[in-house]
């Protein structure tokens, strides 16, 4: 059977023939051009690193349009891979779940950065704009959902799960709210606390507590400088949002249960985390000094993982079915 990378790409590779397949075919019913904006974004993310394209006239025209598309190409198969990866670490949606999930990762791959460069305003792209970036998308995400589940990896096999519990994404939820106040909780915290008895499932090496517990301190004490980053910028609330849903799915990994429900619990979790967090920052500002407002912060992120990561690190697993 094929490893988790390969099968990735080929996942990647098929939902790509998928989408390219639903948009020729839109243009075909109606007669509608190819969009211009992956040329435009090459263009954009050129002027911003400072390189110009070679050539002139339509030679720059044809080199930009293959850079547009092996730029498509490049991110249908680095989802294909991302949404592999997640099955096998114990993400096992349901397909439609699945595809939908897979599809909007690659269309937020593709749309934010248009937004975010100033290529398009998606606010003015009506809805046949809209309805055909949807369509198109959710075709990608089933080709790559269809390849996931047709084909198992090894690992897959020899791991199946049962569904997650109730307390296990109920715990999941707190660890994300942990997370999202400090964004190294969803790693250090299951490593710091992982099962000890030999062989038990969801165990961490000792460089990972070593590891896991740099990163707590140190962003424990960089959280204290005003240079710290704002939580709710995309550059820090995606890893805490990554590092809840990993967080989660090693907690899962314990009880070897589905981590679909409980990565999507600390998902919702850390948002609620990052914004509150914030909002008690705020609120506290000048009130109390901010060194005391974020060592509350602390104590009550810390005590939210280690409710959620301390129960039943020893317990044994009960039987599970494929999943």
């Known amino acids: 059977m094929p490893g988790t990378l390969a099968r990735g790409l080929a996942a990647g590779a098929a939902g790509t023939t998928v989408l390219n397949a639903v948009s020729y075919l839109d243009m075909a019913l ?21 390189v110009d394209l070679p050539g002139r006239g339509a030679q720059r025209d ?28 114990g993400m096992r949606f349901p397909p439609v779940v699945g595809a939908v999930l897979t599809g909007a ?20 792209w009506g809805a046949a704009g809209w309805t055909t970036d949807v369509v198109s998308h959710l075709a990608f995400g089933a ?30 939820a707190l660890l994300g709210v942990a997370t999202g106040s400090r964004s190294s909780l969803g790693f250090a915290a299951p490593a710091l606390t992982a099962p000890t008895k030999p062989g038990r499932p969801g165990t961490s090496s000792r460089p990972a507590r070593v590891l896991g517990a740099a990163g707590l301190v140190g962003e424990l004490v960089a959280d204290k400088s005003p240079a710290a980053p704002d ?4 550059s820090g609330l995606v890893p805490r949002l990554a590092g809840a849903a990993a967080g989660a799915t090693r907690l899962s990994e314990r009880e070897r249960a589905n981590a679909a429900l409980p990565a999507v619990a600390a998902t919702a979790g850390a948002l609620v985390g990052s914004f509150g967090g914030l909002a008690w920052r705020r609120w506290a500002s000048g009130r109390v000094p901010d060194v005391q407002a974020a060592l509350l912060e602390d104590a009550v992120a810390l005590t939210l993982a280690a409710l959620a990561c301390l129960p039943g690190r020893n317990r044994r697993p009960l039987a599970v ?3």
């Open 321 to 323: 079915v494929p999943g």
């Open 143 to 172: 080709g790559v959902q269809a390849v996931l589940q047709a084909v198992p990896t090894d690992r897959e096999r020899g791991e199946p799960r049962r569904s997650a519990g109730r307390a296990l994404a109920l715990r999941s």
């Open 30 to 50: 109606r007669g509608r051009p190819a969009s211009s904006d992956p040329d435009r974004l090459v263009d954009a993310v050129a002027d911003r690193a400072g």
């Open 62 to 89: 044809s080199r930009r349009t293959a850079l547009a598309s092996l730029a498509g190409i490049g991110n249908g198969l680095a989802t294909g891979v991302l949404a592999s990866v997640a099955r096998s670490a």
């Open 105 to 124: 990762t690659s269309m937020a791959a593709t749309d934010v950065p248009l937004a975010a460069l100033g290529v398009s305003d998606p606010r003015a």
């Open 231 to 234: 939580r709710t910028s995309p």
